[in-house]
């Protein structure tokens, strides 16, 4: 089954990273990920400053703003689609999952499989 791990972080670096881990934890992890055959797709999102919000109003009016504006101190940083057996399983790679640490966190959800 698929997941989708949403990585946020808490606290950001100087350099727009997570603040609780450096570059070679993530080469690590994404290392580890592929090497377990579990790896489908992840990427970086670039720094938030450059995120756009769009917002249809009831009248079909299009809302365009700059940057996401939530009501959140987390910042989605990026994200990995694995492959696994069970959520279990899911549950154990968020946890070894560099984002996890410190003030930052990893969401779990399951792929919609509409053709099962």
Known sequence: MKYMLLINSGAIDANGGAAECG???????????Q????????????DLVTATTVRVGADGERAVTDGPFAETREV????????????DAALDWAARCPGARGSGSVVVRPVADFGA
């Not at 790896?39 to 999102?45: I, K, P």
């Not at 989605?76 to 959520?87: A, H």
Request: charged residues 25%; proline residues 3%.
């Open 76 to 87: 989605l940083g990026g994200f990995y689609v694995i492959d696994v057996p069970d959520l």
């Open 35 to 46: 090497d377990a055959g579990i790896y489908v797709s992840g990427e970086s999102l670039a």
């Open 23 to 33: 570059v070679e934890d993530w080469m690590i992890y994404d290392k580890a990920v």
